[in-house]
């Protein structure tokens, strides 16, 4: 296998089995592909194996989406800070040191607190669709750990209503 193959794995991190996609040389600097909605990991299958030839590439499923295996809702809080807490779980679980986020959509909020809860982990963060970046980078352009103060301060002012997501009842 090659190192641009992409392997699927899935990992228990407590009641949350998460799957996620990888590909490239685990040596090479290591880029986080985080997902919107209403989408997966599967959003990605073109651009992991680009990326994977000068990267390494993990790009999980969210709880609630795709593969990744979670309680239902109501046993289950589906907040921005859980998926956090959850993608936060994978990086230590799979010893991740450094890495850029790829935010997207519902991927945006989970990549800002993964930012604000320990920067100097974190090598930058990239937006690659958005026509502005919440804190106003270009499309495409790639943040230093330095601009995580900025995540930093959004994640601490903004409300509890931002963090809630909806969950149907009968889901």
């Not at 794995?9 to 996609?21: A, H, N, P």
């Not at 046993?75 to 921005?80: E, K, L, P």
Request: one cysteine or more.
């Amino acid at each position: 296998m090659s190192n641009m193959d992409v392997t699927y794995k899935t990992v228990s991190l407590g009641e949350i089995d998460m799957f996620y996609r990888e590909a490239g040389n685990p040596e090479a600097p290591t880029i986080l592909l985080l997902h919107g909605f209403p989408t997966s990991s599967h959003m990605y299958r073109n651009l992991i194996p680009e990326l994977a030839k000068k990267y390494h590439v993990i790009a999980p499923d969210l709880p609630g989406f795709g593969s990744t295996k979670a309680p239902r809702c109501g046993q289950y809080d589906y907040s921005f800070d859980n998926l956090y807490k959850a993608v936060e779980a994978l990086t230590q679980k799979l010893s991740l040191q450094k890495y850029v986020i790829m935010l997207f959509d519902y991927g945006a909020p989970v990549g800002f607190r993964l930012a604000a809860a320990s920067p100097t982990a974190r090598r930058g963060m990239k937006f690659p669709l958005s026509p502005r970046s919440p804190i106003g980078a270009e499309p495409g352009s790639i943040l230093s750990s330095s601009s995580f103060s900025m995540a930093s301060q959004m994640m601490r002012s903004s409300g509890s209503a931002s963090n809630q997501m909806i969950c149907s009842s009968g889901t």
